[in-house]
């Protein structure tokens, strides 16, 4: 498995609380294993991770 820091990946400064770090990596986890594990039913859970932090950001940044 690469790690997101393995890929080259950080994290957005936006993204620094601990809930916004869980929801990210959560995500990047779903996308990165969908072809060799979950197939759609990844590809869902990252859209649902994704429509949480869109909204974790919305809430925290306004």
Do not use: C
Request: charged share 25%; no cysteine; aromatic share 12%.
């Amino acid at each position: 498995m690469v790690l997101v820091a393995d890929a080259g990946y950080s994290l957005p400064h936006s993204s620094q609380s601990p809930r916004g770090r869980y929801i990210f990596l959560f995500n990047v986890k779903y996308l990165a294993r969908y072809k060799t594990k979950g197939g759609v039913q990844d590809l869902k859970k990252a859209e649902q991770y994704l429509e949480w932090l869109i909204e974790h950001e919305e809430n925290n940044h306004e």
